[in-house]
């Protein structure tokens, strides 16, 4: 069975930083991309990062990039998010989810809550 | 950069209705979209990906449908109580494999 499961939100103030993590299991870890995506409190959804399975290639969107970066550790099963710089526009639910596998993404976690205020 | 409108906002029906979803690409995206339920306080859960084909597990009253790349339709064939959520469209770019996701439609009890 695949699992995904979140760490590592909390409340931190503007400009400050945090780092999310997602344990992966019941899959070949390092054969997937993964990605993180978020979704602000009664809103959509929104992707923030993906990663390839060798963690050679990342991408990012646009409003985060210079600030987020998205790594792995194959050995450990697991995906990171390294925030800074972070704002109010930040908080939301950040979801760790496997894909994209073709076009799609099939796996989600449950989400871990980052709330950026003073 | 490829955007998603989905249509409409809400869509309020009764149990055994049948319902019908959208969602427009500003260009095309081939066959290669993917649609999404999420209840309230849970993950999304992928439905139907590549247009058209459920995604394990997914029963039969569901499914997609797509004309020209840019007009998708998902159909929910008859409601049942716990098909009331929220349904996000998403597409992949070709390269770099950037993820859009459209607005959602929300399929509330009338």
């Known amino acids: 069975e695949v699992q995904l499961v979140e760490s590592g939100g909390g409340l931190v103030q503007p400009g400050g930083s945090l780092r999310l993590s997602c344990a992966a299991s019941g899959f070949t870890f390092s054969t997937y991309w993964m990605s993180w995506v978020r979704q602000a409190p009664g809103k959509g959804l929104e992707w923030v990062a993906n990663?390839?399975?060798?963690?050679?290639?990342?991408y990012y969107v646009h409003s985060v990039e210079g600030r987020f970066t998205i790594s792995r550790a194959n050995a450990e099963n697991s995906l990171y998010l390294q925030m800074s710089s972070l704002r109010a526009e930040d908080t939301a639910l950040y979801y760790c989810?496997?894909?994209?596998?073709?076009?799609?993404?099939?796996?989600w976690g449950q989400g871990t809550l980052v709330t950026v205020s003073s | 950069e490829i955007v998603l409108t989905q249509s409409p906002a809400t869509l309020s029906l009764s149990p055994g209705e049948r319902a019908t979803l959208s969602c427009r690409a500003s260009q095309s995206v081939g066959s290669y979209l993917a649609w999404y339920q999420q209840k309230p306080g849970q993950a999304p859960r992928l439905l139907i990906y590549?247009?058209?084909?459920r995604a394990t597990g997914v029963p039969a009253r569901f499914s997609g449908s797509g004309s020209g790349g840019t007009d998708f339709t998902l159909t929910i064939s008859s409601l049942e109580p716990e098909d009331f959520a929220v349904y996000y469209c998403?597409?992949?770019?070709?390269?770099?494999?950037?993820?859009?996701f459209g607005g959602g439609t929300k399929v509330e009890i009338k």
């Open positions: 998403q597409q992949r770019d070709n390269w770099p494999p950037r993820l859009t």
């Open positions: 590549d247009a058209s084909n």
């Open positions: 990663i390839k399975g060798d963690g050679t290639q990342k």
């Open positions: 989810a496997r894909g994209p596998t073709g076009y799609r993404v099939d796996y």
